[in-house]
């Protein structure tokens, strides 16, 4: 591929600018940033495929689901979870890391069973506790959490989240969707989350 002549230029000034007024640490992490930039690859529009995905997850609103996030997250996930799932409690194991990296986990009830079951008996009574937060962490621990009476308005909140998980054919927890509309599910499959967060929050950033 042939660049233009002015790319050579622009790509030389901005390695004077770094290499010119700049320590020698600092001149070498602004270089490695730098060559970091131009070798990545461009940042793709969202895939329309997915756009019926993305329009159903953004439906949900802060009140329709459970927070765990750092103080200025650089991208966010959804994952539907069930508290007494194994895998669900392996994965909010690793929430921590995730937040320490930047990442927002938002979790969206999908109990399994009918709403009758002791699934959703249990995430009742996280919905409806005064702190969800807290009595989620406290469930997937292993943790009692006492029973709860639900209000109207937690019904309200909670409802939307059964559907919205039956609209997209949830068949399993944990399973994650990405801002992107793209979706894993389990635990392995979320290894590299925070770097795979990050690049569908660039990709969604893209489409403005």
Request: charged share 20%.
């Amino acid at each position: 591929m042939n660049l233009p002549k002015n790319s050579f230029r622009l790509a030389g000034a901005g390695l004077v600018a770094i290499l010119g007024f700049t320590s020698p640490l600092a001149q070498a992490e602004g270089l490695g940033s730098f060559l970091y930039e131009m070798t990545q690859p461009p940042v793709p529009k969202p895939n329309p495929q997915l756009q019926k995905t993305r329009e159903a997850i953004d439906t949900l609103t802060a009140e329709n689901y459970i927070s765990f996030s750092p103080s200025k997250p650089t991208a966010h996930v959804y994952v539907f979870a069930d508290a007494t799932c194994p895998y669900t409690r392996e994965l909010h194991k690793k929430v921590p890391e995730f937040n320490a990296k930047g990442i927002e986990v938002r979790y969206v009830a999908a109990p399994r069973g009918e709403a009758t079951g002791p699934a959703w008996a249990l995430y009742k009574n996280i919905w409806c506790s005064d702190n969800p937060k807290q009595a989620f962490d406290d469930a997937v621990k292993g943790k009692s959490v006492k029973a709860q009476t639900c209000s109207k308005n937690d019904l309200r909140t909670l409802i939307p989240q059964d559907y919205l998980g039956k609209a997209l054919e949830i068949s399993g927890t944990p399973t994650t969707f990405y801002q992107d509309g793209h979706r894993v599910g389990g635990v392995q499959a979320t290894a590299d989350l925070p770097e795979r967060a990050n690049w569908a929050a660039k990709i969604m950033a893209n489409a403005r």
